[in-house]
């Protein structure tokens, strides 16, 4: 009888704990994964004629607001 009682407590606990940790907010969440997903994007729009003109025009235009000036095509 204690055994029955012993093996149940145990994979009882162990079931709860497994439940409490499935449940969790954060399970599938994976900052390194964002990260990647930055930096791939980045390096793609880098790579092609079409992103470094885009970036080029971010550049220009952010430092164009800076100055308080309106961007050039408003």
Known sequence: MIDYFALALGHG???IALLRLMLRDGLDADPLIGELKAETEGNRM???VAG???ARRAKTAGHDE???DPPANA
């Open 46 to 48: 880098a790579t092609s």
């Open 13 to 15: 606990l162990l079931a």
């Open 52 to 54: 470094r003109n885009a």
């Open 66 to 68: 800076a100055e308080g």
